[in-house]
């Protein structure tokens, strides 16, 4: 008798721990063709792997479920449990966000990798106190100038409706003379088919994706930084997963990041000949442009330098090597 009960309630218990199956809905703002919702899918697949299949994740690309203005709140209150953001759109909370929207300072993969490395700590930091466990983050290409017509300098701007995504963003508008609206990726072909915006400054994946050549005719390399997005986890949902699934966890996270990096650099030749297929012109900003560039490259470094204080210094030395 005794045996029997303790034989059920052994299997009454299997039972439940194979049950204890979690499934998160993990948003993100881009295109689901783009390589950061594909390097998303990847990782969701290798959590499923990693962890037997105790956590299983859904990838909503394109906004569908939050939109990218919406996701980190959702995760930080619970809404959603994971999803992805590009952290330097939330530079209003801290400056140090905005360390990847620097004009010049990181403009290849290597440096931007470098940069990465620099600033991770902080953002894990910060990301704590605000109910986020960081995983995973991925570069942008580099970042270029888009119009409607030729530009060969800052005058040539002059009030041009211009589609911001961050602060760094909004701010060369105003230092160019052009007039920003922040617009998130998912609605940029609505913004410049209505005329409400007729520029950005975004990378070639960007326009690639949402096929802005329907709109636009000119892509400028500029090169101006490579911001990024960020994978994180709401903290209390963190706390309820095993030791072992947050190591098969973090292990996916690596992969994700690792490969992210390298998808990203494949995708930028792709895309700038995308552009051009789709009847752009492609090319790099003449250099009087990129010289009235780079100065207003060093107002908005001093800017953020003054407002991300102490923190945001011993980044940019670190990165530095100084
Ligand atoms: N694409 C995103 C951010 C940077 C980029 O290259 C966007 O334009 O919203």
Known sequence: MKTTIGLSAGLALAASAAVAQETWDMPMAYADSNYHSQTGKEFAKCVGTATGGEITITVHA???LFKGNEIK???QTGQAPIGERLLSAHQNENAVFGVDSIPFLATTFEQSAALWDAAKPTYEQILDEQNLVLLY???WPP????FKKEVNSVADMQGVKFRSYNSATAR???LTGMLPVQIEAAEISQAFATGVAESMISSGATGYDRKVW???THFYEVDAWMPRNHVFVNKD??????DANKNAIRACAQLAEYAGHWRAVQYTDFTLNGLRAGGMTVQPANDGLVGELNEIGKTMASEWEAAAGEAGAAIVAKFKGQ
């Open 143 to 146: 970042q270029g100038l888009y």
């Open 137 to 139: 983050a991925t570069p």
């Open 172 to 174: 060369l508008a105003e």
């Open 237 to 242: 949902v963190w706390g309820g997963v095993s």
């Open 62 to 64: 394109g906004g569908s």
């Open 73 to 75: 709140r959702a995760v």
């Open 214 to 216: 329907e709109h636009l």
